[in-house]
């Protein structure tokens, strides 16, 4: 079976049938558009060119690769920073079309984690914490910790994920129904 996206898990974590209804019944989402999508995108492409070195120094970067796809057995995405830290450590970098407001959401958390896997994997190094610039507060720079127990809990999600696809299972909803009010599938789950 041919790996999942990041974005396949962040989605899976939203709702399992997320899953279901893109890769087991095949019924498109057309995040594509999204503004959010789109202007995160576009954010990232401009980022890459202006390529903000002050921001690195600062935390000990002794080198960096630039929109990094990594795949491994069971996932696959694009880093837009790896950097290689002054200890020998590697550390995902994503930067986010948003707001920093004293919190950083869970779906982001599980990006960074999902990456520090395909790097650990891909560099052979370890990865201890992972690193966000929020675009619309000034690029500011916040720090995520990263511990074996969240990269274990990615890998459990991929195999959650992947065994609903082989298997054709079509799992319970989410729990958090307000979240079934934004969902693209709607209009086609029986919650």
């Given at each position: ?63 960096k690769h630039l929109n ?76 995520v910790p990263i511990e ?17 696809i082989t298997e054709n ?23």
């Amino acid at each position: 079976m041919a790996s999942i996206t990041v974005s396949n898990i962040i989605e899976y974590l939203f709702c399992p049938r997320f899953t279901y209804f893109e890769h087991v019944l095949c019924i498109p989402q057309y995040e594509e558009k999204h503004f959010k999508v789109q202007k995160g995108r576009e954010v990232h492409e401009l980022k890459t060119q202006q390529n903000a070195d002050y921001l690195r120094r600062r935390i000990g970067v002794k080198d960096k690769h630039l929109n990094q796809y990594l795949t491994n057995e069971w996932i696959r995405g694009e880093v837009d920073e790896v950097l290689e830290l002054n200890d020998g450590t590697y550390a995902p970098l994503d930067y986010k079309f948003a707001e920093y407001k004293d919190r950083i959401f869970d779906t982001y958390k599980t990006q960074l984690y999902c990456y520090a896997w395909l790097i650990s994997q891909h560099f052979g190094q370890g990865v201890h914490k992972g690193y966000l610039v929020y675009t619309r507060s000034r690029n500011k720079l916040v720090e995520v910790p990263i511990e074996a127990a969240h990269i274990d809990k990615v890998k459990r999600d991929a195999e959650a994920i992947h065994a609903i696809i082989t298997e054709n299972t079509y799992p319970k909803a989410t729990k958090y129904k307000k979240r079934c009010l934004t969902c693209t599938y709607r209009n086609i789950c029986t919650q």
